[in-house]
């Protein structure tokens, strides 16, 4: 950032999925919703200048990055927060269930997950743009196999068969957080350890959805007080004091 008199104009976008978007799953209703205080909207109160969130439902890394070079060059933000991964590790799971024996590939190579991260972040780098990554909230290997499955005996048989074990789901999207660390390492940018923040907590799972890999309404807070965390260690100048907070409350 570029000294304290630009703190109140600062402009922060998020570039990511679902998880960014706030969507999460309405037990009751049975269905995905917004949450209105996700975790994006909580920082908006605590950070000073505008935060402007273009993450999409369903975004993978290939998907984002076209938009994000358009929001960019248009916004010109100062920092870029980018939360990717967990659409890009998936599977077309109805093909899996159907034909167990084929060759089947996540949304986004494992590879090519790697080389668009490094692309995303030199690209923002010489925009003068501050990139930080974040890391994926751990998933509920358990809960996400019976989603994804549908509770249908035939297709879980299907899916184990392919899969070999319900861990490797955890093991799979594990690989991709530790390439998000290597391409933070490799790139010399910040991360928010969000999946630290949740592993802190033997039962990291009270804070997923039952699809197990939606934050719910605490993973949210939970995300939320990891990024202010993140913010007061780097960037504390662009906090809103207390006094400020308690004007606006």
């Given at each position: 950032m570029n000294g304290d008199n630009q703190?109140?104009?600062?402009?922060?976008?998020?570039?990511g999925d679902s998880i960014s978007k706030g969507v999460i799953y309405d037990e009751t209703r049975n269905k995905y919703v917004l949450l209105e205080d996700n975790y994006v909207s909580l920082l908006q109160d605590k950070l000073k200048g505008a935060v402007r969130n273009t993450a999409r439902f369903g975004n993978t890394l290939i998907k984002g990055m076209s938009n994000l070079k358009k929001d960019v060059l248009k916004d010109k933000p100062n920092i870029v927060l980018i939360?990717?991964?967990?659409?890009?590790?998936?599977?077309h799971w109805n093909e899996i269930a159907d034909n167990p024996d084929g060759d089947h590939s996540p949304k986004t190579d494992f590879n090519m997950f790697e080389k668009m991260l490094t692309e995303a972040?030199?690209?923002?780098?010489?925009?003068?743009?501050?990139?930080v990554l974040m890391s994926l909230p751990p998933l509920n290997a358990d809960n996400y196999f019976k989603w994804v499955s549908k509770n249908n005996p035939e297709a879980e048989k299907n899916i184990l068969k392919w899969l070999g074990s319900v861990t490797k789901i955890y093991w799979w999207q594990e690989r991709y957080n530790s390439t998000i660390l290597k391409v933070s390492e490799m790139t010399k940018t910040k991360y928010i350890d969000v999946r630290g923040a949740f592993l802190e907590h033997p039962d990291?799972?009270?804070?997923l959805c039952s699809d197990g890999i939606h934050p719910n309404q605490a993973g949210h807070k939970l995300i939320c007080d990891k990024v202010?965390?993140?913010?007061?260690?780097?960037?504390?100048?662009?906090?809103?004091?207390?006094?400020?907070?308690?004007?606006?409350?």
């Open positions: 703190d109140t104009t600062a402009k922060y976008m998020i570039t939360e990717y991964g967990g659409n890009d590790c998936d599977f972040i030199q690209f923002l780098k010489s925009q003068q743009i501050t990139p990291f799972t009270k804070f202010l965390e993140f913010v007061r260690s780097n960037y504390n100048h662009l906090l809103r004091d207390q006094s400020d907070l308690a004007l606006n409350n």
